[in-house]
């Protein structure tokens, strides 16, 4: 294991992070306070608890959700696509490292600061309404594993975007509605059994429900499963990126 | 000494369908300065960045240091640093941490000592907190180097190191590679400068369209190729070549003083003695005879003309 290989690129993207940390951590904390204005206050007032939690709590998962899935995503897309557009990546492909080193230094930089918006919304949150954390652990672990998985979903995109559109696409396109559709701001029971029975494809379900059950203990479906999707999705990453290094896919020539 | 890369039967096809390299095979020794000349798209980039990793090959293989590249990776890139032909740099980054990235990226602990000592040789040190986007191309070019040297890796690639550089510049990347061949590295250079791989290189080959052509010895190549001139200055002006010696193929300058003979130092007789003797017999007086010898250039372009 090139131990110094990970730090050194652990500790070049987190220096990344810290030189922009403004519009890191300012803009999510500014847009989810303007989520919980509107949603929460305006809207929430007039709508009744959700399954006994308030309105205004109630978003509160899914709203970390959304941050922090679209922060590990352009996190890690962006800082495995930079080197790629200037040309530095040369430096990654001669080092003696593995593709389990390289992911690991940018996959967790990336993870890292995507944890960190997420705890700095959820700190924002609790300033906005009461908020209860019935099983903390659990919360942690499903807010670690979804950075980490997400983070390694915007390595894949990264390295497969030949164009900076192509590394806003992914986010945009994908990951924003399958986060307002996947029960962010909702309970599924309150769709038409039709649209109840499409939602459970959607794969964020089962992240925000999971979420959600260790803040109030009630889920959309069974913690089980959330864990067991997750996780699924973790291993195909790894998967998809063990793959990507071994035929060079968009890497080498 | 078994030699510190061995390259056998390489080949390489891009994507396109382009053939690179067309079997391949060198042994560079260790300790040597190996240039590496060729015209555009020779293929010379494309063999440095096989051997670093950086693009695979098609068929063959290498060892570095008696290690496959491939399956013994991590042995053979970590004696490896490389300068590519592009300066390619993180723009917002400052000189000494992206020189310190590099080191730890080829698996060295932190080493200020060290940093520093190739920051100053490359005269870095006074600019290591500017970010790259605020150097000049030739500070670019050395802050290249610097994370090529971060690890002290016992070979070093250049490619084409001097390319828009200005003379002081190269005189002292050439003074640098004294002191790094001193050291014991083992540098390979690429170069369409040829006075820059006859003033620093061991050894030169030559790549043309793929396919090496040649790699020798540097003084050994420039004596085996060379054609020497040979200038007959005489006492007065002719004003036409005496009919005896037109098998000489003599050339006579403008002011009918000065009469050039070419020869190939490796033919079995030069015919010197038998041109004097003649010159003589025209009645034509020597006043000062003078050799050159013909350039590394002039061999490399002769060469890879001579190439179908
Ligand atoms: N990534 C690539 N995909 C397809 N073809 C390539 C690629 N890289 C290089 N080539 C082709 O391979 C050939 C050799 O290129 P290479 O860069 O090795 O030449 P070179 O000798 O370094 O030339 P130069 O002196 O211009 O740097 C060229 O014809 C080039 O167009
Ligand atoms: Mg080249």
Known sequence: MNLHAIKAIYKFEMARTRRTILQSVVSPVISTSLYFVVFGAAIGSRIESVEGVAYGAFIVPGLIMLSVLTQSITNASFGIYFPKFVGTVYELLSAPISFLEIVLGYVGAAATKALMIGLIILATAAVFVPLQILHPVWMLSFLVLTCITFSLLGFIIGIWADNFEKLQLVPLLVVTPLVFLGGSFYSISMLPPVWQTVTLFNPVLYLVSGFRWSFYGTADVSVGISLAMITLFLVLCLAVIWWIFKSGYRLKS | ?308
């Open chain 2, 1 to 308: 000494m078994p030699p510190i890369i061995s390259v056998s039967n390489l080949s390489k096809t891009y994507d396109g369908g382009h053939e690179a390299l067309k079997d391949v095979s060198l042994d560079i020794e260790r300790g040597e300065i190996l240039a590496l000349l060729g015209p555009n798209g020779a293929g010379k980039t494309t063999l440095i960045s096989i051997i670093c990793g950086i693009v695979s090959a098609s068929g063959g293989n290498v060892t570095v240091d008696g290690h496959d590249i491939v399956s013994d990776y991590r042995h053979t890139r970590s004696l490896i640093g490389l300068v590519p032909q592009e300066i390619t740099l993180e723009p917002f980054e400052t000189v000494s941490n992206t020189v310190n990235f590099s080191r730890g990226l080829f698996g060295k602990p932190r080493n200020p000592v060290i940093v520093e000592k190739v920051l100053r040789a490359l005269t870095l040190w006074d600019k290591k907190d500017q970010k790259i986007m605020a150097l000049s191309g030739g500070m670019k070019r050395r802050v290249l180097i610097a994370k090529a040297l971060a690890h002290e890796p016992r070979i070093l690639f250049l490619d084409e190191p001097t390319a828009g550089v200005d003379v002081e510049l190269r005189k002292e990347m050439w003074q640098l590679v004294d002191t790094l061949r001193d050291d014991g590295v083992t540098i390979i250079l690429t170069t369409h400068y040829i006075e820059e791989a006859e003033a620093i290189a061991n050894r030169v080959g030559v790549i043309n369209d793929g396919k090496l052509l040649l790699i020798e010895d540097k003084d050994a190549m420039m004596r085996r190729m060379g054609q020497k001139q040979m200038q007959i200055r005489l006492q007065t002006a002719t004003d036409k070549i005496p009919p005896q010696l037109t098998p000489y193929d003599l050339e006579r300058s403008e002011d009918g003083l000065t009469l050039t003979y070419t020869y190939d130092t490796m033919a079995e007789r030069t015919g010197i003695t038998k041109l004097l003797t003649d010159l003589n017999a025209a009645g034509l007086v020597l006043r000062d005879v003078q050799t050159s010898q013909s350039s590394l250039e002039q061999i490399f372009v002769d060469l890879v003309k001579a190439t179908p």
